[in-house]
């Protein structure tokens, strides 16, 4: 990977871009009015998508014009209707099935506070043969992949297994994995080291330890994973911004969005940005800005991973870029 005074630059591919997502979901968007306990309430419904991390991702990556493959867990007549929600928005999918049906999730956007409520539920249980099956099947996609997205949360000792794995996996096959995990999963993805981590400020706290409340300490942090052999660390802050270095140099990026309708999936469309832009070729603070860019124009949309590319066109020259390593 190598540095220049402006910044890494990366290798530029046309070759699709893989999304892996352990745990999925059918996202249904509902619009109330008011919520009042004890009364019933009537509802509106919004959107109904195939969610989860990697997916929502996906969607955003096919949005700003980037081919792409989605794989992970996918059951019952949940997960067929997301696999036909998503293989209509232009997402190749190459999900294995499990015996379990996909999870639903409940967005729902109260009118009389602005309030948004976002009920998840867990995970659908997979065997191991299932969990075999995601491994042999990201086995036979990386070949045809430039990059691989690994998303998604998980504690259990098996899912970290398979994040672990499948980091090892793209790594033997020279794809460059970006991870976007947190708890276990998040740790065994470390411990394999991955191309590159995105996180939270609560997800690198918790694999820290402490609470990362100084911006010195959070650049300490992302600097420590690096040497560790990660290549490309980045921290999503919300409305404070991203942060991210490559060893070399560590830009910020920010952008203030007067109106905020939806905050849910923006994680997801910065990841996204970032993604597009490494695909591309982009140096670094290039990155930071198509992340920065993504996350907000999610934030003007209902659903995640909802953008569009004319409108992130329109926030990038808005994007406030700063280089905090080396100072100025």
């Not at 509106?44 to 991390?53: D, E, H, P, S």
């Not at 995970?123 to 430039?146: F, I, N």
Request: aromatic share 6%; charged share 15%.
């Amino acid at each position: 990977m190598p540095g220049s005074s402006s910044g890494t630059s990366y290798h530029a591919s046309s070759m699709p871009i893989l999304t892996v997502t352990p745990n999925p979901a059918v996202d249904k968007v509902l619009r109330v009015s008011q919520l009042k306990p004890g009364e019933a309430t009537r509802a509106t419904v919004q959107a109904l998508y195939g969610g989860g991390k990697g997916n929502n991702a996906a969607r955003a990556l096919v949005r700003l014009g980037a081919a792409v493959i989605a794989t992970g867990f996918q059951g019952g007549h949940t997960g067929a209707l997301a696999i036909e929600r998503l293989t209509a928005e232009g997402i190749q999918t190459e999900f294995v099935l499990c015996a379990e049906p996909t999870r639903t999730s409940l967005l729902i956007y109260e009118e009389a506070s602005g309030a948004v409520y976002a009920l998840y539920e867990p995970g659908q249980p997979v065997t191991a043969e299932e969990m075999a099956a995601v491994r042999e099947r990201v086995q036979r996609l990386l070949p045809r992949v430039s990059w691989c997205l690994l998303c998604g949360s998980g504690q259990t000792d098996a899912v970290a297994a398979l994040f672990g794995a499948i980091v090892a996996q793209a790594r033997a096959y020279g794809v460059p994995c970006l991870l976007d995990s947190s708890g276990a999963a998040l740790r065994a993805g470390i411990a394999a080291t991955p191309f590159g981590v995105k996180v939270n400020l609560d997800e690198l706290s918790e694999y820290v330890g402490y609470a990362l409340t100084e911006p010195a300490a959070q650049l300490q942090a992302l600097q420590d994973l690096h040497a560790r052999g990660i290549s490309l660390v980045a921290l999503s802050r919300g409305p404070n911004g991203l942060l991210a270095t490559d060893g070399v140099e560590a830009w910020e990026g920010m952008l203030v969005m007067e109106r905020v309708v939806n905050v849910v999936g923006c994680g997801d469309s910065l990841l996204a940005g970032m993604a597009y832009a490494l695909s591309q070729g982009a140096d670094l603070p290039t990155v930071v800005r198509w992340g920065v860019a993504c996350g907000a124009a999610n934030t003007q949309v209902i659903g995640a991973g909802f953008i569009r590319r004319e409108q992130v066109e329109r926030l990038l020259p808005a994007v406030t870029l700063k280089r905090v390593f080396p100072s100025s």
